[in-house]
């Protein structure tokens, strides 16, 4: 299987600052990587497809880069509704695989 | 407008079997995957397996091959997960979720998610 390592696990950020997650496969998996926010008692909520990709309706503040091993989401001004918790996927084969997820609080 | 609508919270005693449902509208419900993820409290995300809705193809994680089955109604429009010999440890939030060609423009839409609580 791929293993997703993501990083931080959790960070503390205020309000408009840019804020960076990463995450790390183990191997090479191209483009196919999604990264979701996921607000307690909720489902999860895409963010990016592709790697790369603003999913419709996700503000543009949210940007995600990367291909082979390595990819980042980049939140460029925090609102007070992005204090959430982050997870990447990887969909390049089955099974499917999340990483650990990031905590993003409020400084 | 597109929507997953899962069946209501259960529980179950271990060695029990579950069965959740996921009804789709919205949309055509052929043309997209759907996915079944899980997540135990106060844990990360947990994909379990894939279920093409228009032949009834399936892809599992080998961790549930053999004890969850993906099945769907097309008459209804409605996808069932089915967990057999529960053990305290699938304790969980399952969720389905759909996607376009298996993953690459993600999972878009969710269910509300399906608390499934195995206890004696």
């Known amino acids: 299987d791929i293993q997703m390592t993501q990083s931080p696990s959790s960070l503390s950020a205020s309000i408009r600052d840019r804020v960076t997650i990463t995450c790390r496969a183990n191997?090479?998996?191209?483009?196919?990587l999604n990264w979701y926010q996921q607000k307690p008692g909720k489902a999860p909520k895409l963010l990016i497809y592709?790697?790369?990709s603003l999913q419709s309706g996700v503000p543009s503040r949210f940007s995600g880069s990367g291909s082979g091993t390595v990819f980042t989401l980049t939140i460029s001004s925090l609102q007070p509704e992005d204090f959430a918790t982050y997870f990447c996927l990887q969909t390049y084969t089955t099974p499917y695989t999340f990483g650990q997820g990031s905590k993003l609080e409020i400084k | 407008q597109v929507q997953l609508v899962q069946s209501g919270a259960e529980v179950k005693k271990p060695g029990a079997s579950v069965k959740v449902s996921c009804k789709a509208s919205g949309y055509t419900f052929i043309t997209y995957y759907m996915h079944w993820v899980r997540q135990a409290p106060g844990q990360g995300l947990e994909w379990m397996g894939i279920i093409n809705p228009s032949g009834g193809g399936t892809s599992y994680a080998q961790k549930f091959q053999g004890r969850v089955t993906l099945t769907r109604d097309t008459s209804t429009t409605t996808v069932y997960m089915e967990v057999s010999s529960l053990r305290f440890e699938d304790t969980a939030v399952y969720y389905c979720?759909?996607?376009?060609?298996?993953?690459?423009?993600?999972?878009?839409?969710w269910g509300q998610g399906t608390t499934v609580t195995v206890s004696s």
């Open positions: 979720a759909r996607s376009s060609g298996g993953g690459y423009y993600g999972m878009d839409v």
């Open positions: 191997q090479s998996i191209t483009t196919y």
């Open positions: 592709a790697a790369s």
